[in-house]
Every structure is written in C-alpha cells, then in structure tokens.
C-alpha cells in the first residue's frame, strides 16, 4: 500500500465491517485483530487488494490452534474484479483460443492469499448465503488437478454445492474468492 491515508481507511473500513458483522466472529474483539494487523503489516496489502477487487474480506474466525485470525472474501457474490479466469495457468495456457487474461492461482498469489477450500467454502456458507448468482473456483486437490479438473461451488436452492469443470473453463459469472491468514 502506498500512503498512510490508504492504511488509515482500510483498517477503518475494516473496522466497520467487522463490527457490522460480529455474528460471523462472536469470540473475537477488534482490538486483536487491530494487533495482528499491526504486527503483521504486509497482510495489509493483500487485505488491500482484497478490497479493491471486490472482495469485502471479513474476520471469519480465528483458529483454535495456530491463533492465527481468518479473512475472507464475504461479499454476497463472487468479487467483480475476479471473473472469467481459468482456474491456474496450465489450464489458461491449454485454451487454444478466447484465452482469458489471468487464472485464479496467479491472481491469489499476486494477492498474497489463497483459494478458499472446499471445508472453507463450506465454513463461510454457514455465515450467509453467498454465490446465489455466481460461482467461485476452490483450491483443488492435486488428483482431481492432475486429471484435469477443478473445483468451483455455489449456492442454489437453498444449499451449498461443489462441482467440477475443466481448470481452462472460464465464465463471466465465476471468479474465485480468497483467504488471509493473520
């Protein structure tokens, strides 16, 4: 991030959302998550970019174990500045036309954050209802990626599924959305 205005506004905005959403994170106070961000300032980034893609990040919990705090993208659809991607470059790189300008593994990368997991994805879905219009690729494991496939899931009907496309398919509706560990 560049100037500390655009520090101050982010962890404000931050802020905001967390206590507009404290259902999502009943055990936790600002304050500690505030301390995580400070110690940790080049998290700031990646939340940034987060941000500016669309993403909403949130606090979804802190794990138990590592004490480590969990954002996650939660806005209701999958981020804006996300969409048409394959999944990773092997699958951009095997379109033999109409190839997409980025995949949704370098671009989590270049983030510093990851692809939710299918259990993640599941997590998040017990919060709200999000993906009722769109879909989001997940971080796939290596034997359905190695044959070629990879994992999306969505939100119809009142429940939460997960499917398999190829990883060079692409949609306006699909993106993918992150996580941040702090």
Known sequence: ???QYEREDLLK???LRFIKNMARHPDLEWREVLARLQAAPEKLRSLAEMERTGGEPNVIEQDAKSGEIVFADCSPETPKGRVSVCYDRA???SRKEHKPTDNAIDMATAMGAELLTEEEYHQLQK???FDTKTSSWLRTPDETRNLGGALFGDRRYGRVFIYHNGASSYFAARG???SLRV
Request: aromatic content about 6%; glycine content about 14%.
């Open 1 to 3: 991030m560049r100037p």
């Open 91 to 93: 699958g951009m790189d």
């Open 127 to 129: 919060l709200g209802e």
């Open 13 to 15: 905005v931050l802020e």
């Open 176 to 178: 993918f959305r992150a």
